[in-house]
């Protein structure tokens, strides 16, 4: 599956933006998660929404990040709120079929977008 993102931007601490993910066919065998990568450091896992509608997120962005699935429109969403500087990255969408263990590795998904910028003005 071949997976495009869009939505990402700059925004000031505080803020909101959604991010969202178009596959390129149906998404119901598919656990989606969205990753980051800022400068200098390694991508790192955001949030998975399963295919058996289970979420999970990474513990700083609880509260404030909500993944959404959608089957008919073959998309996963990524709403961001309260926006913090550290959230600044190049925002990727996943595909993979995974496992609670392994869910936050980077080789469990098989299938990456090309990723969209999230720039957080302090």
Same mark, same amino acid.
């Given at each position: $599956?071949?997976?495009? *993102? ?6 000031? /601490?505080?803020?909101?933006? @959604?991010?969202?993910? /178009? /596959?390129?066919?149906?998404? @119901? &065998? ?16 955001? #949030?998975? #929404?399963?295919?058996?509608? #289970? ?5 700083? $962005? ?6 959404? @699935?959608?089957? /008919?429109? &073959?998309? $996963?969403?990524?709403?961001? &709120? ?12 996943? #595909? ?5 263990? +392994?869910?936050?590795?980077? *080789? ?7 990723? +969209?910028? $999230? +720039?957080?003005?302090?």
């Amino acid at each position: $599956v071949q997976l495009v *993102e869009s939505g990402g931007g700059l925004v000031q /601490a505080g803020g909101s933006l @959604r991010l969202s993910c /178009a /596959a390129s066919g149906p998404i @119901r &065998n598919y656990d989606l998660g969205w990753f980051r990568q800022s400068p200098g450091k390694e991508r790192e896992f955001v #949030a998975v #929404a399963r295919r058996n509608g #289970a979420k999970y997120y990474e513990d700083s $962005v609880k509260g404030r990040f909500t993944i959404s @699935r959608d089957s /008919a429109k &073959n998309t $996963v969403d990524l709403q961001m &709120n309260s926006l913090k500087f550290e959230d600044t990255g190049l925002y990727y969408c996943a #595909a993979g079929s995974i496992i609670l263990s +392994t869910m936050r590795r980077i *080789e469990t998904y098989h299938s990456w977008g090309q990723g +969209t910028q $999230v +720039t957080v003005s302090s």
